[in-house]
T-cell receptor, first 117, second 113 residues
């Protein structure tokens, strides 16, 4: 149980285009999903917290208009990188949380490697 | 503020050796959860364990074991008889209440044959 998928796993795009990444919880409903960014040999950096049916909460320094997050259902959240530039190239990982007493456990997707040329 | 420190950036061992990955945390909350995740070269983070602050019992799962010591604010992870497939980056993380996860910087474990 607790499987999270991401699509696509890899994407290469030209500078200026937009890219959409999907995150799905396959065998559970996730009221909360998270989006992280990871640079090579670095830890995960939380970008935003996404709650189903409401606006995402972005971490300080993350551009809301550049990284659009939509959490339309209990099993799907999407991250759209708008007008991508080479500096947006990174490994993007989503997670979905299973509610539990006091705190949730996050289960992570396999990640999406974005390369912007 | 919460903080997780994984002082070991990289550890190299030979197969069948035991290895311990250190994790030290800081939090002002009395109720909190600690996690370990494994990130193999493929990139996916795999959930290994979750432990709450009220349960200091050590846990063993196959070749994996965890030692939680509140007195030293540590939650160390030991792999017994390491294997090449254990090669990965291991992250320790902390959560208080419904706060987001605070990750350590990770420890890269290289197990050579």
């Amino acid at each position: 149980g607790a499987v999270v998928s991401q699509h696509p796993s890899r994407v290469i795009c030209k500078s200026g285009t937009s890219v959409k990444i999907e995150c799905r919880s396959l065998d559970f409903q996730a009221t909360t999903m998270f989006w992280y960014r990871q640079f090579p040999k670095k830890s995960l950096m939380l970008m935003a917290t996404s709650n189903e049916g409401s606006k995402a909460t972005y971490e300080q320094g993350v551009e809301k208009d550049k990284f659009l997050i939509n959490h339309a259902s209990l099993t799907l959240s999407t991250l759209t990188v708008t007008s991508a530039h080479p500096e947006d190239s990174s490994f993007y990982i989503c997670s979905a949380s299973i509610p539990d007493w006091y705190t949730d456990t996050q289960y992570f997707g396999p990640g999406t490697r974005l390369t912007v040329l | 503020a919460q903080k997780v420190t994984q002082a070991q950036t990289e550890i190299s061992v030979v197969e069948k050796e035991d290895v311990t990955l250190d994790c030290v945390y800081e939090t002002r909350d009395t109720t909190y959860y600690l996690f370990w995740y494994k990130q193999p070269p493929s990139g996916e983070l795999v959930f290994l364990i979750r432990r709450n602050s009220f349960d200091e019992q050590n846990e063993i799962s196959g070749r994996y074991s965890w030692n939680f010591q509140k007195s030293t604010s540590s939650f160390n992870f030991t792999i017994t008889a390491s294997q090449v497939v254990d090669s990965a980056v291991y992250f320790c993380a902390l959560s208080s209440g419904y706060s987001t996860l605070t990750f350590g910087k990770g420890t890269m474990l290289l197990v050579s044959p």
